[in-house]
């Protein structure tokens, strides 16, 4: 498929992109190749073919949903220059 400048330029206006006129033909170009690839893709022969969705059968593996580390929130605050309510007070930087 062949795309000319104008269908270009179209593109470039719905993409809210500046695009140079000189830019307009290399672009053409690369557009057209990738729809050339499109072409090329859509046209294989996949009959018989399985689809794949991973290279692995794998299952995940679940766990229980449970609590694991312990609350080490006060010793956290404690380290902090002020902490008060549970929150970490920092100094004003804004004005």
Do not use: C, N
């Amino acid at each position: 498929m062949s795309i000319d400048a104008a269908t270009v330029r179209h593109i470039a206006r719905l993409a809210r992109l500046a695009v140079g006129e000189d830019e307009l033909a290399p672009i053409a170009g690369e557009l057209s190749r990738v729809l050339d690839l499109a072409d090329q893709l859509g046209a294989a022969k996949v009959d018989g073919i399985a689809p794949l969705a991973h290279p692995h059968d794998q299952t995940l593996t679940w766990r229980a949903d449970a609590v694991t580390e312990p609350d080490r929130a006060e010793a956290f605050l404690a380290l902090a220059p002020e902490a008060r309510g549970g929150l970490y007070l920092v100094p004003k930087v804004l004005e």
